[in-house]
T-cell receptor, first 114, second 113 residues
Framework: DGGITQSPKYLFRKEGQNVTLSCEQNLNHDAMYWYRQDPGQGLRLIYYSQIVNDFQKGDIAEGYSVSREKKESFPLTVTSAQKNPTAFYLC?????????????FGQGTRLTVV | ELKVEQNPLFLSMQEGKNYTIYCNYSTTSDRLYWYRQDPGKSLESLFVLLSNGAVKQEGRLMASLDTKARLSTLHITAAVHDLSATYFCAVGGLENQGGKLIFGQGTELSVKP
């Protein structure tokens, strides 16, 4: 079955550590996105990518980095520069050329600083 | 800059009542999505609206799109407790914007007996 997979489901980070969240899709979608959601809040865009080897900053990119070396994969690194990383992180993908296709979401990664 | 605003942000309804959630957006877009999110879960797609005047219905939910007014509505008919969730609209996906997809703040719906 096609879908979008995020891992891990739960992640604990110590102060000063970098951590990487995985996002993989087998839907052949060209666009991929990372969002951050804080409790009781909406989704804020961190980074997005339309094609391989290209990506753009969203509204809250500081303290985060991404790569898009393969169409299927869009990992997010939360760096030590991100001072308040505890949040729910959601990855999404969509087919930009097919307007009838919605954006599909992974199950999310819940990151906690310990 | 693409901005998306929903209202109301919180909605407490009695079962059996009707209500509408509004989604306004700031720039032209060729697609608008509605999603549902249950507590602690990811987002589930409800509707994709692509053209002016588009209307889609699923059960007690009906979504519509007015591209001239840059407005979409999600109408709830005869609410039931199972509809309690947070509802998001999202706009974007234009290739000339790098496919940027922006969400509204969400409307937290609580349906009470």
């Amino acid at each position: 079955d096609g879908g979008i997979t995020q891992s891990p489901k739960y992640l604990f980070r110590k102060e000063g550590q970098n951590v990487t969240l995985s996002c993989e899709q087998n839907l052949n979608h060209d666009a991929m996105y990372w969002y951050r959601q804080d409790p009781g809040q909406g989704l804020r865009l961190i980074y997005y990518s339309q094609i391989v080897n290209d990506f753009q900053k969203g509204d809250i990119a500081e303290g985060y980095s991404v790569s898009r070396e393969k169409k299927e994969s869009f990992p997010l690194t939360v760096t030590s520069a991100q001072k308040n990383p505890t949040a729910f992180y959601l990855c999404a993908s969509t087919a930009l050329a097919d307007r009838t296709t919605e954006a599909f979401f992974g199950q999310g990664t819940r990151l906690t600083v310990v | 800059e693409l901005k998306v605003e929903q209202n109301p942000l919180f909605l407490s309804m009695q079962e059996g009542k009707n209500y509408t959630i509004y989604c306004n957006y700031s720039t032209t877009s060729d697609r608008l999505y509605w999603y549902r999110q249950d507590p602690g879960k990811s987002l589930e797609s409800l509707f994709v609206l692509l053209s002016n005047g588009a209307v889609k219905q699923e059960g007690r939910l009906m979504a519509s799109l007015d591209t001239k007014a840059r407005l979409s509505t999600l109408h709830i008919t005869a609410a039931v407790h199972d509809l309690s969730a947070t509802y998001f609209c999202a706009v974007g996906g234009l290739e000339n914007q790098g496919g940027k997809l922006i969400f509204g703040q969400g409307t937290e719906l609580s349906v009470k007996p």
